[in-house]
């Protein structure tokens, strides 16, 4: 079979509307030129849009005109590598996706634990920030909650009380399994994050998976986030103020 048919075999099979790269379209090392060329022959008819150098998308027309990708279609070839997750949405962006703030950031954060993410795609501008664990589709979800406790007293226009709450649903949520996964992620952030994460845990009723978070915590820390005692109780066995 042709390289060209062979692109174009790979490319039919990609949902309208995806965005794809290279790598998905299982080409061997010495037919990347040919692969290029064919490309190049289905922009030029349409078939597919360039989003940005290696990066392509299925147009879907409607009675409208072209529908452009979603934004999360144009992040996900920056956040997976060979099909596997690698990085996820922080900072003001995911808060703000969190209900936590209603500021909308220029600039996304892109985290990851082994590689340096800068995007630069129409409207959506990324940066790279250091992931605290290694990225996976079983973990990302986990690490969201723990930088939005990592971040807490930063969030712009947070209601402390408000944001206590959303956090507190998010983690009411999550299984035993998952509870635990969190706390052993919890174990890679600074103290206060570990003694927030305590706090609001065992808040929810969780004791005895706390031990390994109390032991890692200095008892003579205190940790500020300007929490009264009236939304979270439990903040005073945590030393945070």
Known sequence: MKIAQKIEKQINKIKIGATFKYEQLS????????????IERLIEKGIIKRVSTG?????????FGELKPSEEE???PYLFQNNKR??????????????LTTQVPRK???ASRDKRITISVGNIKGSPVKSYVDVTDRNFYLLEI????KDFKNIPDLNIDSGIKIILTQLNKLKPKEIKQLIS???????RVRAFSGSL???????????????????LSEYKYGIDIRSLPTITNWNIK
């Open 108 to 110: 996304i954060k892109i």
């Open 185 to 191: 992620y919890a174990l890679s952030y600074p103290p």
């Open 27 to 38: 080409i061997e090392s010495n037919e990347y030129s040919a692969a290029a060329k064919a």
């Open 201 to 219: 845990l065992e808040h929810l009723g969780f004791t005895i998976e706390l031990k390994t978070l109390k032991k890692s915590l200095n008892p």
């Open 146 to 149: 723990l930088d939005a406790i």
């Open 86 to 99: 690698v990085a996820y949405v922080t900072g003001v962006s995911l808060y703000n996706r969190m209900g």
């Open 74 to 76: 144009l992040l996900k």
């Open 55 to 63: 990066v392509f998308y299925k147009p879907k027309q409607t009675i």
